[in-house]
């Protein structure tokens, strides 16, 4: 499916670069528009084509998880649980669908792992970036800086082409596109995780509050069992952070949510974490 879709892409492009003056602003609108679809319909795709989807049976957690989207205006369809065992053991909740035809979608694997407290506290965390509108901010972010990408290659001189020997063709400019696009992109990389941690750390707040007196807590404990279950690194160097993480470690993450835990012990992340109060 990569191969499928990826090659129609770069032949949309191709195809902009050979009869287009302005290729670089209709690229951009293009992959722009074809992120933003991507967005939009993946949820219903993966959901139709690759996870087998029940309706949640525990009414009582029915209930729960309705209570907490009514305090954040989320609109759903219903809840249902993913067959995610099948493939791994990973943790994850997931939003799907358009307008009020959205779903939640919990991994049977998360039902199975958390506590109700703790898998509310997780969903919690999840309506915390709908109520901020995190994922159209993410998306205007992706547009910026695809826009400048794009504005920086269409409007590099031809003396540049001429010094490296090279004919201004359409096939020259897309592999200078394949071969420094992912340079310039790990170079603004920074600016969207420093957002996103940001979000992260907001959208945890927010978490821990739907959550009650106890929220910080139950929130805590699961990220403690997220980060385990799904095999992730709880903490790393601040530079290596500052180049690739869009999510916080999780022991920053706890901090954040005032939770005591001692990074110099290897069962930092067992047991139950209390409050730092």
């Not at 792992?113 to 506290?121: D, Q, V």
């Not at 394949?178 to 420093?194: A, H, K, Q, T, Y």
Request: with cysteine; aromatic share 12%; hydrophobic share 50%.
């Amino acid at each position: 499916m990569t191969l499928i879709f990826g090659s129609l892409v770069v032949w949309g492009i191709y195809e902009i670069i050979t009869n287009l003056t302005l290729w670089w602003l209709w690229s951009f609108i293009f992959i722009f528009g074809v992120i933003v679809l991507i967005n939009m319909l993946y949820p219903a795709f993966r959901a139709t084509f690759f996870d087998k989807l029940t309706p949640l049976k525990d009414e009582d957690l029915d209930e729960k998880i309705k209570e907490l989207m009514d305090k954040t205006g989320f609109v759903s369809s219903g809840v249902f649980v993913s067959d995610a065992s099948k493939r791994d053991a990973r943790l994850n909740a997931y939003f799907g669908g358009f307008g009020k035809a959205k779903r939640v979608v919990l991994f049977d694997t998360l039902i199975e792992k958390l506590t109700t407290k703790e898998l509310l506290a997780v969903l919690g965390h999840e309506l915390g970036h709908f109520a901020h509108g995190d994922i159209y901010k993410n998306i205007a972010l992706v547009g910026a800086m695809l826009f400048a990408m794009f504005g920086i290659f269409g409007n590099l001189p031809d003396t540049l082409y001429m010094e490296m020997g090279l004919s201004k063709e359409p096939y020259v400019l897309m592999i200078l596109l394949m071969l420094f696009m992912p340079v310039l992109g790990f170079i603004m990389m920074p600016i969207m995780g420093i957002v996103s941690r940001h979000n992260e750390y907001e959208a945890d707040k927010m978490g821990s509050e739907l959550g009650g007196p106890a929220g910080a807590i139950e929130l805590a404990n699961a990220l403690r069992k997220l980060v385990t279950e799904n095999k992730s690194f709880p903490l790393s160097h601040p530079l290596y952070i500052f180049f690739h993480y869009t999510h916080p470690p999780v022991i920053e993450r706890l901090k954040e949510l005032g939770v005591d835990i001692d990074e110099t012990q290897n069962s930092s992340l067992e047991g139950k974490c209390e409050a730092n109060i």
